[in-house]
């Protein structure tokens, strides 16, 4: 006789081959349940601020991402214009770099077609114009002009009041010399949003407004002239509502490139303040 073992074969192969089914069944629906979450987790562009900044209506609605300016040229012409000529658009005034001449006024002044007072020179105000569009038309946000040209005389007037107020010092501190505004070059604007939220605050760059202007801003050839961390070098707060037309070129290289500053880019010295006299 035949000792065999109890005929274990059959039964013990269905019971593997079950247990083999059930662990894969539940492999599936846990993948299932994992990707289900991932999916529900992903960023949609309504639950987030950041702008979907599509310029083509025949891209994806979602995740579109936001356009990124070339890579940086091989050589970009750092002397193709003037950084002292106060009408060039790459003019870097600060407060070692008076505007010269002091009482500067721009030829082609015009008010730029958006909300507020906008009275900048022609290219600003063109550029200023799309933009506004744009911030409409992709995020759905409606963009206002604070403040923009300010004349020489305005910067006089509006400076010695706050001397009279506040001292000589604090004066200083608060409101530009005349002759050292960007505002007087008549490309540069203070942005708000339209429901007022954060105007003229530095809380004005965790609003959508200010997210949508510190990505997109470059596309317009403007960009955001008193970063921060920049104190040291541009002699001013963060001031994310300033924003300062330079050209796309410009715009896009400084982008491309990361740098924060006009003074960084053109190799300019840092100016913190105003130099003794002034
Ligand atoms: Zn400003």
Partial sequence: MTSERPS?????????N??????????VVTAALAGTVWWAAKPTPNDTVAPVASASPSSSPSLAPTPQPEKPKAFFNRSARSIDDPASTWVVNNKLRPLAPIDYAPADLVQANVPG???MRAEAAAAMEQMFAAASAEAGLTLVVQNAYRSYATQVSLHDRLVGQLGRERARAQSAMPGYSEHQTGLTADIMAANGACTIQECFATTPEGLWLVENAWRFGYHLRYPQGATDVT????????????????AA??????????????????????????
Avoid at 8 to 16: C, D, E, I, L, W
Avoid at 18 to 27: K, N, S
Avoid at 256 to 274: R, W
Wanted: hydrophobic letters at 40%; a neutral charge.
């Fill in 18 to 27: 079950r247990a083999i089914a059930g662990a894969l069944a539940v492999a």
């Fill in 117 to 119: 007072s906008a009275p």
């Fill in 8 to 16: 274990t074969g059959p039964s013990a192969r269905v019971r593997r």
């Fill in 235 to 250: 002699g001013y707060i963060f001031e994310p509502w300033h924003y300062r037309y330079v050209g796309l070129d410009l």
């Fill in 253 to 278: 290289e400084l982008r491309a490139t990361g740098t924060p500053t006009l003074e960084e880019f053109f190799g300019l010295p840092p100016a913190p303040d105003y130099p003794p006299g002034v």
